[in-house]
């Protein structure tokens, strides 16, 4: 095994998205675009919402990638064009490809606007290769108990795509992704394999590194994630294939060219995501 070196640290910053929830989000920035093949990073929160003031992300369209949402804490509701409606909770992945088009709506869970509670989760935006930017879309979603975990004294794994110790994640990507939530007690360290090549990167959330995402060399075969401070730290380790293919980014549409870009703008316009029906 060869140790893979951080050539770049970066900090997140925070800004509002949707309707006005702030998110703490490493990229994109106009210092780094994307990490091929991920496209973007949100943290929501965590935050105490108080209650009437939960804030969500209302119709929306997306195409040509995949959002990737997981709760630590609350939850969301989400529905779509395609008359799906579903309830991501607490330790929960949804997985949608958006692939063609949809339009969603992901707000907050209806008892955490009306009670208030605490809200913690991650988007990640995974682009797809330009082969299947028009698949039809669909939604992996797997509740808390569903995702496997490594468990070792108080250090877990949770393993939501690709594999980790022998453990393969439940989720089925377009190219190889892999996505681990790695929660490590004070003085411990972890190994993780990646493949030879492949993008990988650590966004720290808690602990010592908070706010910090490092992105390592493609050289080398694993990571070595090393926990220092007094306190717990949690980690979400991704790792994938670099599409190497021209990005075209306008908004919710992630496509090739800036020509599928003004078809995705001119097919939303004129109706042809369809529309959540209420
Ligand atoms: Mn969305």
């Known amino acids: 095994m060869s140790e893979r070196t951080v050539v770049a640290t970066v900090e997140a910053h925070r800004q509002l998205e949707g309707a006005g929830f702030e998110v703490r989000r490493p990229f994109p920035s106009p210092r780094l675009s ?3 093949p991920f496209l973007l990073l949100d943290e929501m929160g965590p935050v105490e919402v108080e209650p009437g003031q939960a804030k969500g992300a209302p119709d929306h369209p997306h195409r040509g990638f995949e959002t990737v949402t997981y709760m630590i804490s609350g939850a969301s509701e989400h529905e779509d064009s395609a008359g799906n409606a579903g309830r991501i909770g607490p330790g929960a ?3 949608m490809t958006a692939g063609s088009g949809v339009i969603h709506s992901e707000m907050p869970a209806r008892e955490l606007n009306a009670d208030g509670g605490r809200m913690h989760g991650f988007q990640l935006w995974v682009n797809l290769p330009a082969a299947q930017k028009m698949i039809a879309p669909r939604y992996q979603e797997f509740a808390a108990g569903q995702i496997p975990k490594v468990s070792d004294d108080g250090l877990v794994v949770r393993i939501i795509a690709g594999s980790f110790g022998g453990v393969a994640g439940p989720v089925e990507t377009h190219s ?3 996505y681990l939530h790695v929660s490590l007690p004070s003085g411990r360290e972890i190994r993780v394999d990646v493949a030879e090549g492949e993008t990988a990167m650590v966004y720290t959330f808690a602990g010592d590194g908070d706010g910090t995402l ?5 050289e080398g075969d694993e990571i070595v994630l090393a926990n220092s401070g007094s306190e717990p730290s949690e980690h979400l380790v ?5 599409l190497r293919e021209p990005v075209a980014r306008y908004g919710p549409f992630v496509m090739n060219t800036s020509q599928e870009i003004e078809t995705a703008i001119s097919d939303f316009q004129s109706g042809r995501f369809g ?3 209420r």
């Open 214 to 218: 490092r992105i390592y060399d493609t």
């Open 275 to 277: 529309a959540i029906a």
């Open 238 to 242: 991704l790792a994938g294939q670099a």
């Open 176 to 178: 190889p992704v892999t």
């Open 34 to 36: 994307l990490v091929d």
């Open 93 to 95: 992945v949804q997985w």
